[in-house]
């Protein structure tokens, strides 16, 4: 086994936040798929606690969890239907979905890129006052590097239990095994991505601005070149408020907000707004449309779309229409289960 070291190049962290960031992963929605991983985990190693775990440089998010049920009779065993929880980690709400990337034990996984089995926590006198040791009480920890097809590490697959116990061969291949089944999703993930490169170059051209952001906070994922033109190149993945805040002082991240949160399309009639194509202020609509990565998936990004009404005209009536129908289009998108953002085309 590698020394436990939860030391990294500095610009480590930043580069997988930012690959999470393309593959949609970086933040602690709970998906599915990644339940599942982690209750065949959980049921592999009979572990009162397993997870899916993506680690960036700012914290870590426990997209799949799973936590078996207490058995009737403490010597009946773990049952595996799924009812109940063996504690409740609702009482420890730092750690409910989401945790400080310097919490417990993945972090040292990440780091050191390869599997860590602590049979007895307190044989390694540096993680005694770990707070998931102190909080939680675990003794025991299986982690396995998560990787994609591109041989980054993501994060972790981990077994977590309140008592000593001995990981054998079994428990951890099986586990190396369970990470490695992820390797497709994220395959998958980037392949969608490479379409919607190709679909958004054909609206680059697009006679109105068109912009789609990513999470609660709007982190700028797409624009085409009118975009840029009427109000300012911006890098990609920064925080579209603060990169945008005319469009912010008008109302137009309040009904972003707004679809985001509701899951509704919502709009902004008319905002009147300074534009750098133009010597006057310009009056726009603006649509803003939800977008999810299924559909039954939550609301994982916002596509804006705005038309310029200050004189309005058949060809920018004809615009407007093509703007609906771009948005619609994405939405349809969407609810076949797309990614809503472009890898590696820039925001500008």
């Not at 006198?125 to 909080?135: D, I, S, T, W, Y």
Request: aromatic share 8%; proline share 7%.
């Amino acid at each position: 086994m590698k020394p436990l070291t939860p030391d990294q190049a500095p610009n480590e962290g930043e580069q997988r936040r930012r690959r999470l960031q393309l593959l949609g992963l970086n933040d602690s929605e709970p998906e599915a798929k990644f339940d599942r991983i982690a209750r065949l985990a959980g049921s592999l190693a009979q572990a009162p606690l397993a997870m899916v775990n993506f680690i960036s440089d700012e914290r870590q998010m426990f997209r799949g969890m799973y936590t078996p049920p207490v058995a009737a009779d403490e010597n009946a065993g773990l049952e595996s239907d799924g009812r109940g929880i063996a504690f409740d980690l609702n009482n420890i709400p730092e750690i409910a979905r989401e945790a400080p990337v310097d919490y417990g034990f993945c972090p040292h996984v990440v780091a050191q890129g390869s599997q860590l089995a602590l049979d007895d926590v307190f044989d390694y006198p540096r993680f005694k006052g770990n707070p998931l040791v102190n909080e939680m009480g675990v003794r025991a920890y299986l982690g396995t590097p998560l990787l994609d097809h591109t041989g980054q590490i993501l994060g972790t697959v981990c077994v977590a239990d309140m008592r000593p116990r001995q990981w054998d061969s079994r428990h951890m291949e099986g586990m190396q095994n369970l990470a490695e089944t992820l390797l497709s999703e994220f395959q998958l993930r980037d392949s969608l991505l490479t379409q919607q490169q190709e679909m958004f170059a054909v609206f680059d051209g697009a006679p109105f601005p068109i912009m789609l952001t990513q999470g609660p906070n709007h982190l700028l994922r797409y624009a085409n070149a009118k975009q840029g033109a009427s109000f300012g190149r911006v890098q990609q993945l920064s925080a579209g408020r603060e990169s945008l805040p005319g469009l912010d002082a008008v109302g137009v991240f309040a009904t972003m907000d707004r679809a985001y949160h509701t899951g509704q399309t919502a709009s902004l009639a008319e905002a009147r707004i300074a534009s750098y194509d133009a010597t006057t202020p310009q009056n726009f609509t603006f649509t803003c449309t939800p977008v999810r990565l299924s559909p039954k998936a939550p609301v994982s990004g916002v596509l804006t779309v705005a038309v310029n009404i200050t004189h309005q005209t058949p060809a920018q009536s004809e615009a407007q229409q093509m703007a609906a129908e771009f948005t619609s289009q994405v939405e349809r998108l969407g609810s076949g289960g797309v990614p809503g953002w472009s890898q590696a085309r820039p925001a500008i």
